[in-house]
Structures are given as C-alpha cells and as structure tokens.
T-cell receptor, first 112, second 113 residues
Framework: SQTIHQWPATLVQPVGSPLSLECTVEGTSNPNLYWYRQAAGRGLQLLFYSVGIGQISSEVPQNLSASRPQDRQFILSSKKLLLSDSGFYLC???????????FGSGTRLTVV | GDSVTQMEGPVTLSEEAFLTINCTYTATGYPSLFWYVQYPGEGLQLLLKATKADDKGSNKGFEATYRKETTSFHLEKGSVQVSDSAVYFCALLNDNQGGKLIFGQGTELSVKP
C-alpha cells in the first residue's frame, strides 16, 4: 500500500538558520508531490508542486525552495529562516485522477 | 482563478446537535470536490468526496452533495459527537487548472458534551 512520510514532526529553529524538511512516498512511482503551509489560524496555501524528478513549480514568491532529487522524495528548504516561515508544513501526493491528495502527518516549524 | 469559500468558525455545538458547514466554490469546468478533516495536532485526512454534479459523498455519518446550480458542497451531519471536534476544510481539484487542490480557509468545529 502507498504511504507518505514526513519528518521531523516538530522543529524549532532560530531566525537566519537553514531548513530542510523531507517527504518520501512509498508504494507508488512517478507521483505528483506537493508542499502546503498552514499558518496559525489560517487556511492551507500551496507552496510548491512537482510532477517529476527535477521539476518544481512555485506557487508563491517566498523565502523557501523545493527540490525533488529522486522520484519519491520531495525536500523543502531555506537558506535563512524568517519569523514568518513559522507554520505547519504538509507534504502530499496525488493518487489517481479524481481521488484527491493524500497528506503526510505534517511538520510544525517554529522560528524563534 | 478557482476558489473556495467556507463559513467562518469557530462553530460550537452540543453533542447530538445537527451540523452544517457551508462551502461554495468558483471554478471553470467540472471540478471534483472534497472535505478534509484535521484533528488537533495532526495532518489532513480525506473525509468524503464527490466527482460530478448531484453526487453525494458520505463517510462517518457526514454527507455533502455536489450542487452545480448553486456551486455548493455543504457538509452535514445529523448528530455530532465530541470526537468530531476538528477543523474541516472544503477543497476543489480542477484538472483544467493543473490539478492543484485548492482549499477553503477551514472551519473549526467544537462539540461540547
């Protein structure tokens, strides 16, 4: 069966430090992969999506970047974190057409 | 572009009360519609979905009907439980628009015993 893993579950980082969040999917090949952010008290915003290795589309200008070095691996990064980068980050992959997305358990990032 | 609008929360109900969370959408073509639920401290889980007009999605006592004429997908449950306390997100997926899942702002539900 297909599963999605995200880590770490929680992270506290100082302003200006780098960031790397990892997401991996098992049990499928060539999935579409997505990074969402949920800021405190707000909805979900799509940050990046990828339809294949090395293919990244950015939805909003920001301090973050994404990479897909392997078919089932999606990484969210930053060189220097800002306070405004705090939030709940969710990775997702898309199953077959019409079935929506499956989400990971999320990473709660607090920038201090 | 496509968008989803949900009723604002928080919604506070007593156990066994009737629940309605309104959701309307704007989209070109024929999107699929979804309700996701987020329990405290967790990620999102798919609650139910509908892929075409007049479809009714249902799961765990929750229901929503895809109404194209009113561009709505309201979530209902006849008798809520304390364990239903969570944040509920309405979302649409439009393959005409790149297959991106677009969410409403979420509605927090709190059920009191």
């Amino acid at each position: 069966s297909q599963t999605i893993h995200q880590w770490p579950a929680t992270l506290v980082q100082p302003v200006g430090s780098p960031l790397s969040l990892e997401c991996t999917v098992e049990g499928t090949s060539n999935p579409n992969l997505y990074w969402y952010r949920q800021a405190a008290g707000r909805g979900l915003q799509l940050l990046f999506y990828s339809v294949g290795i090395g293919q990244i589309s950015s939805e909003v200008p920001q301090n973050l970047s994404a990479s897909r070095p392997q078919d089932r691996q999606f990484i969210l990064s930053s060189k220097k974190l800002l306070l405004s980068d705090s939030g709940f980050y969710l990775c997702a992959w898309r199953r077959e057409v019409l079935n929506g997305y499956t989400f990971g358990s999320g990473t709660r990032l607090t920038v201090v | 572009g496509d968008s989803v609008t949900q009723m604002e929360g928080p919604v506070t109900l007593s156990e066994e009360a009737f629940l309605t969370i309104n959701c309307t959408y704007t989209a070109t073509g024929y999107p699929s519609l979804f309700w996701y639920v987020q329990y405290p401290g967790e990620g999102l889980q798919l609650l139910l979905k509908a892929t075409k007009a007049d479809d009714k999605g249902s799961n765990k006592g929750f229901e929503a009907t895809y109404r194209k004429e009113t561009t709505s997908f309201h979530l209902e449950k006849g008798s809520v439980q304390v364990s239903d306390s969570a944040v509920y997100f309405c979302a649409l997926l439009n393959d005409n628009q790149g297959g991106k899942l677009i969410f409403g702002q979420g509605t927090e539900l709190s059920v009191k015993p």
